[in-house]
């Protein structure tokens, strides 16, 4: 499997591209980084350094990975945070020409803009390009609960209303959404659940809620569920194989005491997923 996955890159940490290449690679994916900013570290610090990369500059890169013929065996287009204005445009540009080389290919967006507790962290036009230009062209898209809301103009909460917006997401579009942070009222107390639904049908899994905050597994959860979903064509499996995965990177991260994702620590968890989690039919 190729998948070209276009986001941000960090020296430091763990997130965007340097969150989801190596857990892609060592389920044997081949990946094709493009990065849209080279940054010091995640912006969640509060200070970093380095560029925004130009939409022109990216453009420039992914014509020359074209030019290397290899548009034709890429299998999915990957991207998420966006950092400036103009990559939307290149995303949606280069997914035109790798499907234009492969019609099976799909495009997985991860809708980034914020979460509940924090609100939108990234540009204010970005949230609009992304509902009103990106998401339509999406194949799958994997937001959080928050997103999700801001993309179908809905508070989703309840499972029903969340269910009932993920179906007005998928009316923009996408033929399949992974909602990455389910947080229901009448969930049990410790838990977070993510659902996802696509034209077979729609289920839900719950792990443990893990006290900390991760930047960054977002990132390493729409990589793995893309390419588990396109290996297998099964929501339910890579959902659950995918929240086993990023739940035991979660708890080595946690055991650790470090603020950054234990990424190589964690290997074995991509690889050979535990299973621990089973996945319940919810239509």
């Not at 838990?191 to 729609?202: F, H, K, S």
Request: charged share 20%.
């Amino acid at each position: 499997m190729k998948i070209l996955s276009i986001q941000s890159a960090v020296a430091y940490g763990h997130v965007g591209n340097s969150a989801a290449v190596f857990p892609l690679q060592r389920i044997g994916v081949e990946v094709l980084p493009v990065y849209t900013v080279n940054f010091s570290n995640h912006t969640g610090y509060g200070a970093w350094r380095g560029p925004l990369i130009d939409p022109n500059d990216v453009r420039e890169v992914i014509t020359g990975i074209e030019e290397r013929g290899v548009f034709g065996e890429i299998d999915a287009v990957l991207s998420g945070y966006q950092g400036g204005e103009g990559i939307g445009d290149v995303i949606i540009d280069a997914v035109a020409r790798v499907k234009a080389a492969n019609p099976d290919a799909v495009y997985a967006c991860d809708p980034v803009m914020g979460n509940a507790k924090s609100g939108c962290f990234v540009a204010p036009a970005i949230p609009i390009l992304l509902r009103e230009k990106v998401v339509p062209v999406a194949d799958i898209i994997t937001p959080n609960q928050f997103e999700l809301g801001f993309l179908t103009d809905t508070e989703p909460d309840t499972l029903e209303s969340t269910l009932a917006s993920v179906d007005l997401a998928m009316a923009m579009g996408p033929r399949t959404v992974l909602v990455t942070s389910v947080e229901r009222p009448d969930r049990e107390e410790g838990t977070i659940e993510m659902l996802v639904a696509d034209p077979t049908g729609a289920w839900i899994v719950q792990t443990p809620r893990l006290p900390m905050k991760a930047n960054g597994s977002g990132d390493v959860t729409a990589a793995l569920f893309t390419a588990h979903y396109v290996e297998t064509g099964d929501a339910k499996t890579a959902l659950e194989r995918t929240a086993s995965s990023v739940f035991d990177l979660l708890a080595a991260t946690l055991e650790s005491g470090a603020r950054e994702l234990q990424l190589v620590e964690a290997q074995e968890f991509y690889a050979n997923p535990r299973m621990q989690f089973t996945a319940r039919e919810v239509r």
